[in-house]
């Protein structure tokens, strides 16, 4: 479907300070860093499909110095722009880990022989999560598939943060396993359900209690908990995104749960 969407563009002179973002349907949110540390890298036009508002500004996609792709579905797509446009592509990958953001971030900064100043972003996320936590320091979560997150890369980062995760329910891909491998080190009693299980139909919500489920399957399996779909559209990625879902956490807390 991606490979189709970008198959109507024909080639063009490269613009260096020209960008395409890939990978979703949606646009970032409007506040996501990214768009201020390209700027940062001198890219003056950041294109996403979703903002084009005519046919002629989708045309001038295929001027774009590069692609930056943001989920790996894109990828194909791509790859064939690479081949029949001549627009080379690098890939980043939405994280909740701060720590694995920061190295991203510098890792792809360095690929275009610059750095990004990112201490302003980086700040203002730790702080969300730190509030949080001093707010909630012992909720409990259960994590679906159905969010804009890998649910095991997101789980793995709450882990860390110092939060229980009772469950992860997801269908395993061979990228899952080795947040598993680490997560079976410093939270073995994390359990991992398969939506694909047809034994799920007998699973009880009282077996694991939780406070806050994250995505639509999990919000199934445990209608008594606070929810947060946190399945807009509109994509969160990098620092605001992980300081947006912290928000947003404590938001439905609130509303739903009242504090714990």
Not at 5 to 12: A, F, G, H, K, T
Not at 57 to 84: P, S
Not at 112 to 123: A, E, H, M, R
Request: glycine share 4%; net charge negative; hydrophobic share 40%.
């Amino acid at each position: 479907v991606r490979q189709s969407i970008y198959s109507l563009l024909e080639p063009r002179k490269k613009k260096s300070t020209s960008v395409n973002l890939l990978g979703h349907f949606a646009p970032l949110e409007d506040d996501c860093e990214l768009y201020d540390l390209l700027k940062q890298l001198g890219v003056k036009t950041i294109r996403e499909i979703s903002r084009c508002e005519n046919y002629e500004e989708y045309l001038d996609m295929a001027e774009a110095n590069f692609n930056l792709v943001l989920d790996a579905e894109a990828r194909f797509a791509a790859a064939d722009m690479q081949k029949r446009l001549g627009i080379p592509y690098i890939e980043l990958t939405r994280l909740y880990q701060l720590d694995k953001i920061k190295n991203q971030y510098a890792l792809f900064a360095a690929a275009l022989g610059s750095k990004f100043d990112d201490d302003v972003y980086f700040k203002e996320a730790f702080e969300a999560k730190e509030a949080f936590k001093k707010k909630y320091p012992h909720v409990v979560f259960a994590i679906g598939e159905g969010c804009n997150a890998n649910a095991f890369e997101l789980a793995f980062a709450l882990i860390c943060y110092g939060f229980e995760v009772a469950e992860v329910f997801g269908n395993l891909s061979k990228e899952d396993f080795v947040y598993i491998e680490k997560m079976a080190k410093v939270s073995p009693k994390t359990k991992i359900y398969s939506n694909l299980e047809p034994t799920m139909i007998y699973y009880e919500p009282g077996e694991n209690p939780v406070d806050i489920v994250i995505g639509k399957d999990a919000s199934y399996y445990h209608p008594e908990a606070a929810k947060l779909e946190w399945s807009d559209d509109i994509q969160p990625f990098g620092y605001r995104g992980v300081k947006h879902f912290f928000e947003e956490c404590e938001r439905v807390l609130e509303s739903e749960r009242g504090q714990i």
